[in-house]
């Protein structure tokens, strides 16, 4: 399982951003995919979910209405399309992987065992 994530970037708030988990060695529909942020100072915490078997999604209250979450299996990629950007959106953001779990297991990255290395969102005027 290999999860590389890109799209990060300097914005400034009100702007948006799409980030894009490109997976391999696994079939994506058969793994839940999160998108996961840890802020300065802060725990790293989980943003948004897609499960794998009915692509049901999770959104952490923060973030709902303002990023979506979208698999394109064709293309075994994830994104992560964020909008309304605040600056407490500020943070480095990592996808990770898990099998037999679904999007509801976002509330928790311990659950997730496969990580792609983090890209960094910075929101500042």
């Known amino acids: 399982v290999q999860l590389q994530a890109s799209g990060g970037g300097l914005v400034q708030p009100g702007d948006s951003l799409r980030l894009s988990c490109a997976a391999s060695?696994?079939?994506?529909?058969?793994?839940?995919i999160g998108w996961f942020r840890r802020g300065p100072g802060k725990e790293r915490e989980g943003v948004a979910c897609?499960?794998?078997?009915?692509?049901?999604?999770f959104y952490v209250d923060s973030v709902e209405g303002r990023f979506i979450i979208s698999r394109d299996s064709a293309k075994s990629t994830v994104y992560l399309q964020m909008n309304s950007l605040k600056p407490e959106d500020t943070a480095v953001y990592y996808c990770a992987a898990e099998g037999n779990i679904t999007s509801r297991y976002c509330r928790s990255r311990w659950y997730w065992n496969h990580w792609g290395q983090g890209t960094q969102v910075t929101v500042s005027s």
């Open positions: 897609i499960s794998g078997s009915d692509g049901s999604t």
């Open positions: 060695g696994f079939t994506l529909d058969d793994y839940a």
